[in-house]
């Protein structure tokens, strides 16, 4: 009983604070989807990255070996579905990056935060580095047949991972005045994440569920026992396994949906996707927790 109950005041708010954002916009209210996610993933996300990363007291050794069994994990992804949707005949610019790349940011982060704590945190913000690295390089390419790699070194949250890093192995601190505004600008990355993937989600429309369904189901299947594998093979403590395999099977992250619709790939298919596997993660995230915990 008191397991359920901690599993439950950890994804309560998360979707509680998702669900504002669905009913804000089913309720005809204004929301500028563009601006406030470049807010967050300009400014936002990248002072949380950076103050989580600076002030964790998780030894750099254990994050070094947390980030390669992240790199690790997109990698066996990536090889894995390459596999699935070529034997299967899937439009490989359409499913492939969706099925790859969840959404370690928006659900993620939070997930993490509220399941594991500061530790958590600090690991997570590593696996969402990882993500971001491999979807603006690898990702762009799979949709769009080019890389973006130009815009890696031009984004924000990549930025600040590294210079948290370089903090936290030299051990150095930026200004209380300095860190005590990045830390008020980290606070609101959470909540502003969470409400607009309601907005995202209430916003969408497809006319492919019943495909959506079953890619979902196995795309959560496949990255749970993969993500276990990898936690389990680099031997990680309690904390960052835990992490490991919440960020693993996040659902397909709004950003594919926006990349499949920019690129003129089956945009509708990725709403699907994005819609079925967020829904499902209400279900699915908790039993992931309760065996974690």
């Known amino acids: 009983m008191n397991l359920l109950l901690t599993v439950f005041e950890i994804v309560a708010p998360v979707f509680l604070l998702a669900g504002i954002g669905f009913v804000w916009v089913k309720l005809g209210f204004e929301y500028r989807l563009q601006f406030v996610t470049r807010l967050a993933v300009t400014l936002a996300v990248p002072s949380l990255i950076f103050v989580a990363l600076m002030q964790t ?7 070094t070996r947390f980030t390669v069994a992240a790199i690790a994990g997109h ?11 070529r034997l299967g005949g899937l439009d490989r610019r359409t499913y492939l990056a969706p099925l790859i790349f969840g959404n370690t940011g928006n659900l993620g982060l939070p997930l993490c935060l509220f399941a594991f704590g500061q530790a958590g945190l600090g690991f997570a913000v590593v696996f969402l580095a990882v993500t971001a690295l491999f979807s603006f390089t690898y990702g762009i390419y799979l949709v769009a047949g080019k890389g973006a ?12 991972t590294l210079l948290g890093a370089l903090f936290l192995w030299r051990g150095w601190e ?19 994440m969470l409400i607009t ?23 959560l299947a496949v990255c749970f026992v993969l993500g276990w594998g990898i936690a389990v093979a680099f031997d990680l403590d309690a904390v960052a396994f835990g992490v490991l395999l919440v960020q693993m099977c996040t659902p397909v992250a709004v950003t594919s949906y926006l990349l499949a619709e920019r690129f003129d790939a089956d945009s509708d298919a990725v709403a699907g996707l994005v819609m079925v596997s967020t829904v499902l993660s209400v279900a699915a995230l908790p039993i992931i927790l309760a065996i974690v915990l």
Not at 75 to 85: G, M, S
Not at 149 to 160: H, Y
């Open 197 to 219: 993937v309601g907005v995202a989600i209430a916003r969408l429309t497809t006319r492919k569920l019943g495909q959506a369904v079953w890619l979902s189901l196995l795309k």
């Open 149 to 160: 790699f130009g815009k890696v070194a031009r984004e924000p949250m990549v930025w600040a």
């Open 57 to 63: 007291e998780i030894p750099a050794g254990e994050l």
């Open 75 to 85: 990698i066996v992804l990536a090889v894995a579905f390459e596999v699935f949707v």
């Open 174 to 192: 930026t200004p209380v005045f300095l860190t005590n505004t990045l830390d008020l600008l980290g606070q609101m990355a959470i909540p502003m």
